[in-house]
């Protein structure tokens, strides 16, 4: 039997449904909290999302983010449903939502009512776009890719913006859920006293923008789509090679140097136009180009093999199968099996207490018998 996570003994009612909330609780969940998925009658919109499907029909989409949980459908628009919401949150430690603002409140799920029924309660609620002006704006997040500037930050120039293969928006905001989830039920156990934890997908998308937010912070600066070159640092782009494209990312003038020397070109390190890294973006093309005429004459798996030694951050331009392969050969255990569910493994390990793999993604409802006995009998789900 593994050891007890370190959310061991919390409890988390999940009223969120789709990409943020759901990736939040499936972290909390990994690290042992007790998470009761709650679902309406015709489930999760992302059960529905497909192809691709797994061979007994599921939506792999839902089955990535749902792992560890319980399944309970109640129909909160009837009073029975109500009820038995109730009763989950009163003896949930944390309730995570991202209703549209008002909604909770008019299925008699308000603040005042929460609060007075569980004072302890961690209350996190997601939105789009913000309870206030936004708060009638539908949050998806292609949406907020395009209005947030991260489009315009990622296509190969100014004038083709790009969505990022990934839901960034929801996956970041999902991350910054459970911090703030975790730093709540910290000053809970310190006070014994819950709070409420708000936070949008644009706000958490504008906070990912980093170096690219902070310079326009700072000075009014507006990047534009590069490709995969970096705006302030070269050479850190993709390269030719004899058989498909590396991308080398050499950020200050030692790793430059270095990867001089393994290319034979140790007279660029010296060069006036390429001594140092502002002078390496001044002449990008010219460097790109003496440093492409040398990696086009080995494969790009050849070039990795010499150039990591040496200490220049540099990969094959992989697949999502080509990356899980090398984290496999690295050791890293990528996959996890999860009583016959494929998942790819949460990235935290931890001394004492691991993350744990307890139940596959639960099928609509799947839980219902043993949630219900709970909640009407105080019977804990094990």
């Known amino acids: 039997m ?8 919390v409890v988390v009612a999940d009223f969120s449904r789709v990409l943020a909330g759901p990736y939040a609780t499936m972290l909390l969940a990994d690290l042992g909290a007790t998470v009761v998925k709650v679902e309406s009658p015709t489930g999760d919109d992302t059960r529905h999302w497909g192809p691709p499907w797994t061979p007994d029909g599921h939506s792999t989409y839902y089955q990535s983010i749902n792992r560890n949980k319980r399944s309970v459908v109640l129909d909160l628009s009837s009073e029975e449903g109500r009820r038995r919401g109730l009763a989950l949150v009163r003896r949930a430690d944390v309730l995570i939502e991202n209703f549209r603002t008002g909604s909770l409140e008019r299925l008699g799920f308000d603040d005042a009512t929460l609060s007075e029924l569980n004072p302890r309660l961690v209350h996190c ?11 009638g704006v539908p949050g998806y997040d292609l949406v907020v890719q395009a209005v947030s500037g991260l489009m315009s930050l990622t296509g190969p120039d ?47 998308m504008l906070s990912g923008l980093v170096n690219f937010g902070g310079a326009y912070a700072l000075t009014g600066d507006l990047s534009h789509g590069m490709g995969i070159r970096h705006p302030s640092i070269c050479p850190y782009e993709e390269f030719e090679t004899a058989d498909r494209l590396l991308v080398v990312a050499a950020g200050n003038d030692r790793q ?8 034979g070109l140790t007279g660029l390190a010296d060069d006036p136009r390429f001594a140092t890294n502002a002078q390496r973006v001044a002449h990008r093309g010219e460097l790109k180009a003496r440093i492409t005429a040398v990696l086009r004459t080995r494969s790009a798996d050849e070039w990795f093999a010499a150039l990591t030694p040496a200490g220049v951050p540099c990969g094959p331009l992989n697949d ?17 099996d999860v009583d016959g569910s494929a998942q790819v493994a949460n990235p935290l390990r931890f001394s004492a207490t691991p993350v744990s793999y307890r139940r596959p993604p639960p099928g609509l409802g799947g839980d219902e018998e043993e949630v219900l006995a709970w909640l009407d009998h105080d019977e804990e789900p094990t």
Do not use: W, Y
């Open 2 to 9: 593994s050891a007890p996570g370190p959310l061991d003994g």
């Open 320 to 336: 999502v199968g080509q990356g899980m392969a090398l984290a496999e050969q690295l050791g890293l255990e990528p996959i996890v």
């Open 158 to 204: 100014a004038a083709t913006p790009t969505k990022t293969g990934i839901a960034t928006a929801d996956v970041l905001t999902g991350l910054h859920a459970a911090i703030g989830i975790l730093a709540a039920l910290r000053h809970r156990d310190a006070t014994g006293v819950g709070q409420r934890v708000e936070l949008n997908l644009l706000s958490s």
């Open 125 to 135: 609620s997601i939105t789009g776009f913000g309870a206030g002006a936004g708060a």
């Open 256 to 263: 430059f140097r270095a990867l001089c020397g393994c290319l």
